[in-house]
């Protein structure tokens, strides 16, 4: 995979692209704490196997090295028990990465750690300084950004970022408060095509939706495993879980190359491959 030149630039304009370069940080704290979601309420009493946690994340590392992306690991604090979705700290539009202003208390000054990388790195970044606004929420596809209206992210933080991208449109997407993050149940994997776990939406939200993209269902089953949640790495290559076999299934046939990589300790805590990486270079 060719690599660009300047370092210190950020570059991201879609989901789907060459991920080139990422951010990860390894689950060496991961617990959880308190119950967010449908999923952690269902592992709290067994909780985390770090152990068990660490090396598949050190697995996926190596495939993502394997295919060709630069990683970038952040250093984990024993303070932030969910900081292995580095997602949710921030999010690359363009050649900027906006720093997310977390929606919750037990998150916040993971934004920070992200900052002082960004400042090492000399890459040019803004922050949202509305409450709140996290990137699990934020999905990219050219000039069209969807951003989920949740728990985390507010219609406040939304219009901040539509006045810092005027040029781009801004598209509020509204679903079930029972789910944390619009990348729970929705995923652009070409310029054609989506993920979708229809329930959580409304009719109209879904018509919105397929006048843009061909939309692939995902089962109640695998979006409790976490369906929508896979990573592109170009290519037309995916990360999946194993465990998600009929959306496996239906990215094979409608041509993608899927990477099967087991990370099932770390989705215990409600996030997947695209929630534990923050791309900031994509060709």
């Not at 308190?34 to 994340?57: C, G, P, S, V, W």
């Not at 890459?123 to 050219?142: A, R």
């Not at 979708?196 to 995902?218: C, G, N, R, W």
Request: aromatic fraction near 8%.
């Amino acid at each position: 995979m060719e690599r660009k030149e300047n370092h210190n630039q950020a570059g991201c304009q879609n989901e789907f692209g060459a991920l080139e370069r990422v951010l990860v940080c390894p689950p060496a704290f991961m617990k959880i704490e308190e119950a967010i979601n449908e999923t952690q309420k269902h592992f709290l009493k067994d909780n985390i196997d770090r152990e068990k946690a660490m090396e598949q994340h050190r697995n996926f590392i190596q495939m993502l090295h394997e295919h060709g992306a630069d990683v970038v690991q952040l250093p984990p604090l024993a303070m932030y028990p969910e900081q292995v979705f580095t997602r949710d700290i921030g999010f690359t539009i363009g050649d900027t990465v906006y720093i997310s202003t977390m929606g919750t208390d037990m998150r916040s000054g993971e934004d920070d750690i992200l900052k002082e990388w960004l400042q090492e790195s000399e890459l040019k970044h803004k922050k949202i300084s509305t409450p709140s606004i996290e990137g699990g929420d934020v999905i990219t596809d050219g000039k069209k950004i969807w951003v989920g209206i949740s728990s985390r992210t507010t219609e406040e933080a939304v219009e901040e970022l539509r006045e810092l991208l005027p040029e781009h449109e801004m598209i509020s997407v509204p679903f079930d408060s029972q789910y944390l993050h619009l990348d729970c149940l929705f995923n652009i994997i070409s310029p054609q095509e989506a993920l979708i776990y229809k329930p959580a939406f409304s009719q109209e939200m879904i018509e919105k939706f397929e006048a843009h993209y061909d939309l692939t269902d995902v089962t109640d089953e695998e979006q409790f495993t976490m369906g929508p949640n896979v990573l592109s790495i170009g290519q037309d290559k995916i990360f999946s879980l194993p465990v998600n076999q009929d959306i496996n299934k239906k990215l094979r046939r409608a041509g993608y190359d899927v990477i099967e990589c087991d990370i099932s300790e770390i989705i215990k805590s409600g996030g997947s491959f695209r929630c534990c990486t923050l791309p900031i270079n994509r060709n």
